[in-house]
């Protein structure tokens, strides 16, 4: 069984390594993805874990080089996420995304995700944790239908540290966008292990725009976002944090908060 489990996690790997680079040769694109202000860490769900996952972010201001409505102030952004471990090494999960603008009661469907996460080895079995991230979305009332996102997973322990680096590739394989070029984004964690239950946090997001043209300064996505994360009993962690915006282009103020309960 064992034997088994480990030729199913490699045929899982190589499968998404050679989708994700053929899917992104060619040209798409799209924007940084506010439903997804995270940083995911080398470990995935162990075999037949369950995750649920609720992700909220709050635009309490907005960006600067566009007017209300148009700039988002006052947006909920709202994720349910759905995790399962098919391997100790590999797991798959579905999203779906809502939003809701300010004055509005009701809350709009935005789209649905799945993704599959895989990491190469055991922990510390290299000198730096590796592991690979793909991603389709799947937009609702969206100029674009569909959107394909592959990330890399970087992460080392130093002490009571721990770095985390998700290089992001991203295109649109069906829509409006689909002839924009591939975008370069990223998702970067410093994590400070203060003790078992509190690990303060920063985190940085972005997006340069395509590669073969990266955008303006002014016209590029970077937030960074002191955090917190709480583990407590049972399997049960939380998350909150502030994002700040440091271009014009940037929402410029984001309440984000993530609950998880983890169990079998």
Do not use: C
Request: proline letters at 4%; hydrophobic letters at 35%; a negative charge.
């Amino acid at each position: 069984m064992k034997y088994g489990n480990m030729k199913l996690s490699r045929r899982l790997t190589g499968q998404t390594v050679l989708g994700g680079i053929l899917l992104l040769i060619g040209q798409a694109a799209q924007a940084l993805n506010y439903f997804e202000l995270e940083t995911y860490p080398y470990r995935t769900a162990s075999r037949g874990e369950v995750e649920l996952e609720n992700f909220t972010a709050y635009t309490r201001r907005g960006t600067q080089d566009a007017s209300p409505p148009e700039n988002n102030q006052g947006l909920v952004r709202d994720s349910m996420e759905v995790t399962y471990g098919v391997t100790d090494k590999t797991e798959v999960a579905g999203y779906l995304d809502y939003s809701r603008t300010r004055g509005n009661d009701n809350w709009d469907y935005r789209g649905s995700r799945v993704h599959v996460r895989t990491r190469f080895a055991e922990k510390g079995e290299w000198p730096v944790d590796l592991g690979l991230y793909a991603e389709a979305e799947f937009p609702h009332n969206d100029p674009n239908d569909l959107e394909f996102e592959l990330r890399g997973i970087i992460e080392k322990d130093v002490n009571r540290w721990t770095f985390d680096v998700n290089p992001i590739l991203e295109r649109t394989l069906k829509g409006a966008e689909k002839e924009e070029g591939t975008e370069l984004h990223y998702a970067a964690s410093a994590i400070y292990r203060l003790n078992e239950r509190w690990h303060p946090r920063l985190d940085f997001f972005g997006d340069f725009g395509p590669l073969h043209n990266f955008e303006g300064r002014d016209e590029q996505t970077h937030l960074i976002s002191p955090a917190v994360d709480f583990f407590f009993s049972h399997g049960l962690s939380a998350s909150l944090g502030v994002a700040f915006g440091q271009t014009q282009a940037s929402e410029q103020q984001i309440v984000r908060a993530r609950v998880e309960w983890e169990f079998r």
